[in-house]
């Protein structure tokens, strides 16, 4: 029996567990990552989970008619679309030799806007872009911005059993400005991923006339 994909299952994001020691007012003080499927460089997904965690409404516990302190775990699940599961990254990947930075869409930057891209790309043996499909933007300028990187980049080719083979694999190209980030949607590639790139446009400041701009802290 061939195993049904996580998109077509219902499941497809990732997992995370946090553990949440809980004061004796019934609020979180402290909390833990235990458990995670988020392997991001930033760490996007986890942050996500110990922000929500910091902020879990608990009730007080009682003990002989007593507040006392408590621990619980608390599992959070993030939807990714087109995600196909932990078990697909175990299929052979390519690696990227060579990368061109996309061009932040003068438009969209100009009106703050953020956002991104996710494809999915085959790789030859040979290492050659052999494919190339977007499966969702937020916004079409983000889509053509990215492919036209993209389609720049050089790959090493997967291997399996020392041989080259050629691969499927997905890449989340975001959008980002140094005031204001994307949704985790557009910064994390469902699987199986080749990993994710940003691009972050600097947002300048306006001084009124007369003024000295203060460095920043």
């Not at 235990?34 to 760490?43: R, V």
Request: with cysteine.
């Amino acid at each position: 029996m061939v195993p049904l994909k996580a998109a077509e299952t219902g499941d497809a994001g990732y997992h995370i567990q946090v553990e949440v020691k809980v004061g004796e007012d019934g609020k979180p003080v402290e909390s833990k990552i235990i458990s995670s499927e988020d392997n991001t460089a930033e760490g996007v997904l986890n942050d996500l989970a110990a922000g929500l965690a910091a902020h879990i409404k608990l009730e007080p516990k009682f003990k002989d008619g007593k507040p006392v302190a408590y621990v619980v775990r608390a599992p959070f699940f993030f939807p990714v679309p087109d995600d196909e599961g932990a078990a697909s990254e175990s299929l052979p990947k390519p690696a990227v030799t060579q990368a061109v930075q996309p061009v932040y869409p003068e438009a969209l930057a100009a009106k703050g806007e953020v956002g991104g891209a996710v494809f999915e790309l085959n790789i030859g043996a040979d290492g050659a872009l052999a494919g190339l499909r977007c499966l969702r933007s937020s916004h079409p300028e983000f889509a053509e911005a990215a492919e036209a990187a993209i389609r720049q980049w050089r790959f090493r080719a997967a291997t399996n059993q020392g041989g080259a083979v050629a691969s499927r694999c997905r890449v989340a190209v975001s959008f980002a400005t140094s005031q204001l980030q994307p949704r985790y949607i557009w910064r994390v590639a469902p699987r199986p991923k080749l990993g994710a790139y940003q691009v972050v446009h600097p947002i300048a400041v306006v001084v009124p006339a007369g003024e000295t701009p203060k460095s920043p802290r």
